[in-house]
């Protein structure tokens, strides 16, 4: 059998939360016994971008910023392969946001990972969109993924977790890639992962976490009560956690994602037979319904 | 050097301009259609160009409208001859004025004795040689609508120019007929009411008449489409793009191609995204395509250094109008080639493929996805606004003609032969192997960081060596596959002109000219921009004595990349510039070309 590439040890810091991503994604594609070469993790700029390569699995390494709009034309360009961004939150929420905000739009069957750790660890702590005021000189609001998540209408999984509970996280990315795989749609996880070099929340989430599919009133089909529970547990002073939108199977082409509308016949551009010999009659045809 | 527009233009010796009288047989016109947005002038210009066709013509169509929806000023030209032109003639037989501001900006492109038609219900036309209808009360009282004017007044030139009245009402039936009956009846009337008009004027009738040409079996279409219907023979599956003008048609074709083949097209949120998109298309295996202008071009820099150094093969199409930032939308420049020469920061091969009439917008095209995904990298496109969206006639495109080879694709009985697969192995042609993600057995792992044979990222200085002279390599050792020039003119000829894009048209135009001026001369029509085709320009300047480069900007930008890799020519080179927005008319080329031949004063 052909040798090809295989995984590199990691870069990251002893201790990062990084890594527990990375267990529970190892975890979660063994679960679902997905072969490496089904599967393409598009990894973003930053530490967190680089976790294409410590896993089994086909890697692309995207522009800063860029993965969202790289992994959903993957997805499109052929559907049977299992589709990962995984990227954090300066290249998703910052450089990244216009593709994250289309990225609901476009309801494309992709699990994309966020891992925040509320700073740019890559180039030694400066501000990132999700730091609180007062962090680095930080003067600005931190942007919240999940209540954007939530505002937007769209029949996206979504989910909040953290690397210090490896196991609700593995439970959560199998139910997403399985969401993907199912052709259900997009699916968004944001991962609160701490940068144990540049701010080092560990020990403050580990207390400040709050599971919002614990409180009374939560159910994962109703985001309002969901944005509320939110709203509620973070005016507390806590960080809700969780499913935070799971949503109903529902049945009929309105709940198609991208690829099973533009693809219904399930076969995608990279697989189509390009050879003109296959195509000859219908490109005649073409050709002769423009003279 | 720029030109001024030409007054001294000389004259070809088929003029007519000097004896005009009643039924003057034209085998060359032009004809102005120019109003506000919404007048209809572009209907006009295609049923003319679609009774030229008929009649054995070649036909090229041009546009100049403003940058929104309706309203503003728009004309647009068609010319019709037996000769086979793609330019504008320097000057038109006809205007058909819908109001007294397309007289005033239409005049400098008029013949000393050209004749105003004009719709008298909305003004009374002001210029020596009128002729005025009523074309908007007419059709507003007999039609019902005051909009089919425009129809009206392609009967009333129809009368005009002596055409056949069969194949005039052919036409209407033709192009109105998927609109439904209601609108063709309305259309056949319009136009009866226009033929009618002028047929009670004596003035009118049979002014001119058209010799009829022998080029049948042509078909008449913009750059655009025909790049569209190369991409989809040539196996482009995936499109993302932006609309921006003059580049979004193609985007409009693939849409309705693609969906056909298992093709698919997104408008991505912005040109990052889209550029970004047709990367992840490449890298799943699908030759993936996207269309841009200028500004578009300038967010998708990034991108596309990005696929050279992950090597993906990409295209770009490039449908260059004037710039820089938003400059002007609907305005023709080729402006944008220094820039892509040079295109983003570090180094990298790209290749930029220059298509120079419209059915070679459909071969190249279809080679730019065989390029890309053989060489892996970025190849561009590079259109500009008149060959984008100026119809002209050319032969049928020849299915025949377009090969779709995967060279570095390997199958499952050559992979299942190897030790080991490397996305980015190094060797001697440069070229790696290729399997897309998917195939059973086989990972890989593509980057833009600097990376090993593997993949991986790295730093080490032999590997970052190795790597970028992988890459760049591919300029020299891509030479022999990258599309040659096309020649033009006697081979002995010691004038040469070298041009690129939809300039062919009009320095072809100029070459019979300057025969006709006892000054021979030939063309290089360039395919090819970069890397610069050295083995095919060298010895076409060793041949002359002189070589005018032609192109539509301020720096001479073709010249000068010519420059930088040949610099033995430096003197030979000159160049003829054009910067307004417009495209070259003929005489502007034969004039400088003359100056320099006879030395007369500059």
């Known amino acids: ?291 | 050097m720029t030109t001024p527009a030409a007054q001294t233009a000389p004259q070809p010796t088929e003029s007519e301009g000097a004896q005009r009288r009643p039924s003057t047989l034209l085998s060359d016109v032009s004809i102005i259609i120019g109003g506000q947005g919404g007048d209809g002038t572009l209907t006009v210009v295609d049923l003319l160009g679609r009774y030229f066709r008929k009649r054995g013509l070649y036909v090229y169509t041009s546009r100049n409208v403003l940058s929104r929806i309706r309203g503003g000023h728009a004309d647009a030209s068609v010319r019709a001859c037996r000769a086979p032109r793609a330019s504008i003639k320097s000057k038109a037989e006809l205007l058909l004025a819908f109001d007294q501001e397309s007289i005033e900006i239409a005049k400098p492109e008029l013949d000393a004795d050209a004749l105003v038609l004009f719709d008298s219900s909305v003004f009374k036309a002001d210029f020596p040689n009128v002729l005025g209808f009523p074309f908007a009360t007419l059709a507003g009282g007999q039609v019902g609508q005051p909009i089919y004017k425009n129809t009206a007044a392609y009967g009333a030139i129809s009368v005009l120019m002596g055409f056949d009245e069969a194949l005039t009402r052919q036409v209407i039936e033709e192009r109105f007929k998927r609109r439904g009956a209601e609108a063709l009846q309305k259309n056949l009337k319009a136009l009866e009411i226009g033929r009618k008009a002028a047929l009670e004027n004596a003035a009118a009738i049979d002014r001119w008449s058209i010799a009829d040409g022998e080029a049948h079996d042509l078909i008449l279409m913009t750059g655009n489409q025909a790049a569209a219907l190369g991409f989809v023979v040539g196996g482009g599956r995936f499109f993302a793009g932006y609309p921006i003008t003059p580049a979004t048609e193609i985007m409009e074709y693939l849409m309705r191609y693609f969906p056909s083949f298992h093709g698919v097209v997104r408008q991505g949120e912005d040109e990052l995204a889209s550029i970004n998109m047709v990367i992840g298309a490449a890298y799943a295996g699908a030759r993936a395509i996207t269309s841009t202008s200028g500004p578009g071009l300038s967010l998708m820099t990034e991108g596309i250094g990005h696929a050279a150094t992950a090597e993906l093969g990409i295209v770009v199409v490039d449908c260059q109008r004037v710039g820089p930032s938003t400059g002007e939308p609907t305005r023709h420049e080729q402006s944008d080639l220094a820039h892509l020469a040079h295109l983003g920061h570090g180094e990298y091969p790209k290749f930029i493929l220059s298509p120079g009439s419209v059915e070679d917008c459909f071969y190249l095209a279809a080679d730019a996805l065989n390029l890309a995904e053989k060489w892996r990298l970025p190849v561009i496109l590079l259109l500009d606004q008149a060959l984008s969206q100026n119809a002209a006639t050319g032969p049928a495109l020849d299915l025949d003609r377009v090969t779709v080879a995967r060279p570095r694709h390997l199958t499952p009985e050559q992979l299942a032969h190897l030790e080991t697969f490397k996305y980015y192995e190094l060797t001697a042609s440069g070229l790696s192997p290729f399997v897309p993600p998917g195939t059973p057995g086989v990972t890989s792992q593509v980057t833009g960081n600097e990376h090993d044979e593997w993949g991986h990222v790295s730093v080490n200085p032999v590997n970052r060596a190795k790597m970028m002279q992988k890459r760049m390599g591919k300029l020299v050792q891509a030479r022999d596959d990258l599309p040659g020039p096309r020649y033009f003119g006697p081979a002995d000829a010691r004038v040469g002109l070298i041009g690129f894009g939809s300039t062919s048209g009009p320095i072809l135009e100029a070459l019979d000219w300057l025969e006709q001026e006892g000054i021979p001369a030939k063309y290089y029509q360039a395919r090819t921009l970069f890397p610069v085709p050295e083995a095919t320009l060298a010895p076409f300047l060793d041949s002359v004595d002189t070589a005018f480069v032609v192109e539509h900007n301020f720096t001479g930008q073709f010249a000068r990349l010519i420059r930088e890799e040949m610099p033995a020519y430096h003197a030979k080179l000159r160049s003829i510039l054009k910067y307004d927005g417009f495209s070259f008319r003929a005489p502007e080329l034969v004039e400088p070309v003359r100056e320099a031949v006879h030395g007369t004063k500059r």
């Open chain 1, 1 to 291: 059998m052909v040798q090809s590439v295989k995984p590199t040890a990691s870069t990251w810091c002893p201790g990062c939360g990084d890594f527990g991503v990375l267990a529970a994604a190892k975890k979660a594609l063994v679960e679902l016994k997905i072969p490496p070469h089904e599967a393409v993790l598009v990894g973003g700029i930053g530490c967190s971008g680089g976790i294409h390569n410590f896993l089994e699995i086909n890697g692309l390494h995207a522009l800063h910023g860029r993965l969202l709009a790289q992994a959903v034309a993957v997805k499109l360009a052929n559907p049977k392969l299992t589709v990962i961004a995984a990227g954090g939150d300066g290249d998703g929420y910052a450089i990244g946001m216009g593709h994250f905000m289309h990225a609901f739009k476009k309801n494309v069957s992709i699990l994309y990972l966020v891992m925040n750790n509320e700073t740019y660890g890559l180039t030694k702590g400066q501000a990132s969109p999700t730091s609180r005021v007062g962090y680095e000189g930080n003067v600005e609001q931190p942007f919240d993924a999940i209540l954007t998540a939530l505002s937007i209408p769209s029949g996206a999984y979504l989910a909040r977790t953290f690397s210090g509970d490896p196991k609700t996280m593995t439970a959560v990315l199998s139910e997403a890639i399985q969401f993907n795989r199912d052709h259900r749609g997009y699916a968004f996880v944001e991962d609160l992962s701490p940068c144990v070099t540049y701010n080092d929340t560990f020990k403050e989430w580990r207390e400040k976490v709050v599971n919002v599919e614990k409180l009374p009133g939560y159910d994962p089909t109703d985001r309002s009560a969901v944005f509320r529970l939110c709203l509620e547990t973070m005016r507390d002073g806590k960080i809700p956690i969780g499913v935070m939108h799971r949503p109903p199977r529902v049945d009929g082409a309105d709940a198609n994602p991208l690829e099973l509308k533009l693809l219904p016949d399930h076969v995608g551009p990279a697989e189509a037979d390009i050879g003109i010999e296959a195509n000859r009659v219908a490109y005649q045809k073409l050709l002769q319904s423009v003279a």
